[in-house]
């Protein structure tokens, strides 16, 4: 067995996927070439720690935490029965968002134009304009003059 | 409690069932999400998340498959969603880390894998298999942790991942060679690297 042919059996070794003549083949291998000796010794410490990986403890206080965070979930995502947290409702919301900041400006813009009518009629010199017009002051002095004429 | 008690007491919202599936599922969903994604903390969120799922969407569970293959689906894709984010946001940070390098600021290093190990060795090995697996692809990704640390049977793996049997024995394979090809690579050059006396002692 070559060098190359040695690597590519690591795997198959290790899992004992290997009729008996490969393995003693591969031992021997083994046995004369340090460097694929040690590359071997090596992947297979690499792999074990898969096994020990099998055996790792998870936190015991976890269990009350994740029950204490599914029930505040719960509560938070039903508003009022309505699932408010629903990503796919998130386009929704953002198109109400929008729709109500335009009616916002909408409204503010007709207020604005009714305040700056009700500041122009308030400019107006009426004295200028019934000069202008010659109409008569009915509620001044005006009136008794005309009246008397 | 059997798998159809224990979703007719989900879907009637019982407290008791609940508990049932949090204590006896959860440290399961745990260790699964963590093969994936190599961190404790993430997924301990990840199996919150999945119990939530759970919750949620016991109503549309079938009864085609096993509850336990039908939480395992969950788990995996929740996880694979997970690093598919991750990357992405890795993506962005590096970029967001080359400005801010032009403008003379210094990045932060990304942490390591949560597991304490006491073994320097074992440490470094455990961070070698984490990214030699990580770089796999995701069906063989999936296919290999379900197989060897979950010790799933090959047709369990097939429902989870709903493929047939042969498309498992493919994915193993496939996903064994890679696996042994990129450490073959990485102990290559690292014993090139390494003097030949530290090379012994290892």
């Given amino acids: 067995m070559n060098c190359e042919k040695f690597k590519n059996s690591i795997f198959a070794w290790s899992e004992n996927d290997f009729s008996s003549f490969t393995t003693e083949e591969f031992e021997a291998h083994a046995s004369e070439c340090v460097q694929c000796s040690l590359l071997k010794e090596e992947i297979v410490k690499t792999m074990a720690i898969i096994e020990q990986d099998k055996h790792m403890e998870t936190d015991p206080y976890a269990v009350p935490r994740i029950l204490q965070k599914i029930e505040n979930r719960q509560e938070a995502k039903n508003w009022w029965g309505f699932p408010v947290n629903k990503p796919a409702l998130r386009p929704v919301y953002l198109g109400i968002g929008i729709l109500v900041a335009i009616l916002l400006g909408v409204v503010m813009g007709f207020e604005e134009s009714g305040i700056n009518k009700a500041r122009i009629a308030n400019n107006i010199d009426i004295e200028s304009v019934r000069s202008e017009l010659n109409v008569p002051d009915i509620m001044g002095d005006d009136v008794t003059e005309f009246s008397n004429q | ?202």
């Fill in chain 2, 1 to 202: 409690m059997t798998d159809k008690e224990l979703i007719t007491g989900i879907i009637n919202r019982d407290n008791v069932a609940t508990q049932f599936l949090v204590v006896n599922y959860h440290p399961k969903v745990i260790k699964t999400a963590y093969y994936f994604v190599h961190d404790m903390n993430d997924a301990e969120d990840l199996a919150q998340d999945v119990c939530v799922e759970i919750l949620e969407s016991a109503r549309h569970f079938k009864g085609m498959s096993s509850l336990n293959t039908w939480i395992y689906r969950i788990t995996v894709n929740k996880s694979l969603n997970f690093i598919r984010k991750n990357k992405r946001k890795q993506l962005f940070s590096q970029i967001e880390n080359v400005f801010r390098k032009q403008d003379g600021y210094h990045a932060i290093e990304p942490q390591e894998p949560s597991f304490a190990d006491t073994n320097t060795d074992n440490a470094e090995r455990r961070k070698i298999l984490e990214r030699s697996i990580n770089t796999l692809p995701e069906n063989q990704r999936t296919a290999f942790v379900l197989n060897k640390y979950e010790d799933l049977s090959y047709k369990e793996i097939a429902e989870v991942m709903n493929v047939s049997l042969a498309s498992v024995e493919q994915l193993l394979h496939r996903a064994k060679m890679n696996l042994q090809k990129k450490l073959i690579v990485h102990y290559s050059e690292y014993s090139k690297n390494k003097p030949n006396h530290e090379l012994r002692k290892v």
